[in-house]
């Protein structure tokens, strides 16, 4: 009955998917059988059903060849530490006449942010935090949009801790994700259970006596209720450093065996250094996008370039990288980020650094509107001349929406936004950072979004300041929907149609179900069990846009109780599906 029940979905989401363009740049299409079989994974991804979905990935690893070997690997003997309540040092934060609100200012260095943010309009985000004799990573929290922060999480161990990456996916299962490196030779996975936040683990993705550098971490959560993280890092071998590539299909319990998706040119320290390169990945409306630099195949010459290659099947397998920065110039450190839910037209955005000789410094971007199959030509999304204009990053909104872009500009945080149907036109440049002190060392900011927001108030940056040294570096954030409009949530309209998770799960007696229209339509809200068969019929019929909320008792249409076990919400609009697991104990 499962497979049946997926098939009838599979059929739909080929129907809704279809979409003009080539793809010459792939190797060899799937056959008939692999298609069917793909489209029987995004269903059961979307159901949250990965038992189903596990089954799926091994029939397809069969047919095209490749493994699905995963490990759960505890890192031992390193020192580990995960701490929940604030270790004795007393986290300073206030908001500042200027509207730059502190994050993290502590008295040791807080560098290189950050953001994630989960359904509900929590906001995260992760640093370095430097201290007196090795380096920890600290996660802050902001329940009320960015007005105010407290601490959530610190990792530490023996050694030190680096390159923070956030993440926060939520559907059947809901986690926020850390991605990070441990000394020179460990790339580590920390999770915390958001459902249940006492639950914690960490993980091994890979140890490399010879070098690691850089994770970035990207879930497909936006879209699928039974969703899988990526990982992308640089891992230096005999000859050279390499691009590698990582998955999860239990929810970040265990991780793929890594897989090389491109060799770095020249050898190590002499021609190419790995830790200062910087891959990004994300994932959006099917594809999933990574983004790096690297020079040209020949190596013979020191200009580093752009490029990007994509998966069209949850990272199986990877088309070609395409060269997308041919210039003659310098380009590098490159930020992705794909629109998320737009099948149409599928969408997804680079945004990279330029250096023209040492003289000026830019940010470029390309745009794609096709799944990556072609890729615009370089646009000028911030070229003042003779200006320092570098480290940008990138964001979408959690369905459709807006792209939103930052950097560092001399001392200085700027900000663009475009429509995610339009990539390639951009609103007017707005000054974040009103302090000019944005770090040069540390000049990334992070940009994250809060889909409780009205679309235009959703971006939020954070970025690493010095205004405070000698001291040490701080944590700023800012952002449009930082400032509170004392609107009643009830009368406003929510930006995007949404199902939130499921309180309390699991549940007995009661669950409560809250779920928000973005705009008038008719709603379908339904129980099915784990075989696919309907309970319950929640709500039905004609919608007014706003919130919404429900309670579900553990009967079904009769009256009856069901029995205890794994149930599924879904909610049903004109703008799609969204499917919420719920777990009743008698």
């Not at 920890?136 to 161990?157: H, N, Q, T």
């Not at 897989?259 to 994300?282: H, K, Q, R, S, V």
């Not at 940009?447 to 970025?463: F, K, L, Q």
Request: contains cysteine.
């Amino acid at each position: 009955m499962r497979r049946q029940l997926l098939v009838v979905l599979a059929a739909v989401l080929l129907c809704a998917t279809v979409f003009e363009g080539s793809f010459a740049n792939l190797p060899a299409g799937p056959d008939e059988s692999e298609t069917g079989l793909l489209a029987e994974l995004a269903a059961a991804k979307e159901m949250g059903d990965m038992s189903a979905a596990r089954e799926i990935e091994r029939e397809l690893a069969a047919i095209e060849g490749r493994s699905l070997e995963s490990a759960s690997v505890v890192p031992a003997g390193l020192g580990l530490r995960v701490e929940s309540a604030d270790p004795g040092a007393s986290l300073s934060k206030g908001r500042w006449a200027d509207d730059d609100i502190l994050v993290a200012g502590l008295a040791a260095n807080e560098v290189r942010p950050s953001m994630a943010s989960d359904r509900e309009g929590n906001l995260y985000v992760a640093v370095e935090h430097e201290g007196s004799s090795d380096t920890a990573i600290r996660i802050y929290k902001s329940e009320d949009g960015g007005l105010s922060w407290s601490f959530f999480r610190m990792v530490s161990a023996l050694s030190d801790l680096s390159q923070p990456s956030i993440a926060v996916a939520e559907g059947t299962e809901s986690w926020l994700f850390l991605a990070f490196q441990l000394g020179e030779d460990l790339i580590l996975s920390f999770r915390v259970n958001l459902d249940s936040t006492a639950e914690s683990d960490i993980r091994t993705i890979e140890n490399n006596a010879v070098g690691v550098a850089n994770p970035r971490i990207a879930t497909d959560g936006a879209e699928f209720a039974g969703w899988y993280p990526y990982v992308v890092w640089n891992s230096r071998g005999v000859d050279n450093w390499v691009l590698r590539f990582t998955r999860s299909l239990d929810y970040g319990d265990s991780w793929q065996t890594p897989a090389t998706l491109a060799g770095y040119c020249g050898y190590p320290d002499e021609f190419y250094d790995g830790n200062e390169a910087y891959p990004d990945i994300d994932y959006g409306s099917g594809y999933l996008y990574v983004a790096f630099d690297n020079y040209t195949s020949n190596c013979t010459s020191t200009d580093r370039d752009v490029f990007a290659m994509r998966s069209a099947n949850y990272g199986a397998t990877w088309a070609s990288a395409i060269r997308l920065s041919p210039e003659a110039d310098d380009e590098r450190g490159p930020r992705v980020a794909a629109v998320k839910n737009y099948a149409a037209q599928r969408t997804a955005v680079v945004v990279y650094t330029r250096f023209w000789g040492g003289l000026d410094d830019d940010i470029m971007y390309h745009g794609t509107q096709d799944g990556g199959t072609t890729w615009s030509n370089h646009r000028c999304m911030s070229c003042t001349p003779i200006a320092e204009e570098r480290s940008p990053d990138i964001e979408t909104s959690f369905d459709r929406g807006r792209i939103h872009a930052a950097w560092w500009r001399d001392h200085n945080i700027e900000y663009r936004s475009a429509l995610y149907s339009s990539p390639l036109a951009w609103g007017d440049t707005v000054k974040v950072c009103e302090s000019d002190a944005a770090s040069f060392e540390f000049p990334r900011p992070t940009v994250g979004v809060n889909p409780t927001a009205p679309v235009d108030e959703e971006a939020g940056i954070a970025w690493t300041d010095f205004r405070n040294a000698p001291t040490a570096n701080d944590i700023y954030y800012d952002g449009p929907g930082a400032i509170s409009t004392g609107l009643d949530e009830a009368a406003s309209v929510p930006p995007v149609t949404r199902l939130d998770p499921v309180r309390p799960n699991p549940f007995n007696p009661a669950a409560h179900l809250r779920y928000a229209l973005s705009a008038p339509g008719t709603v379908h809200l339904t129980v099915y069990d784990a075989a696919g068969r309907r309970v319950a019929v929640l709500a039905e019929g004609p919608h007014e846009a706003g919130i919404f909320e429900t309670i579900w008792r553990g009967v079904d249409d009769t009256g009856c109780d069901v029995s205890s076990g794994v149930y599924f919400a879904r909610l049903k609009t004109e703008e799609g599906a969204r499917t919420r697991k719920i777990t009743l104990i008698r």
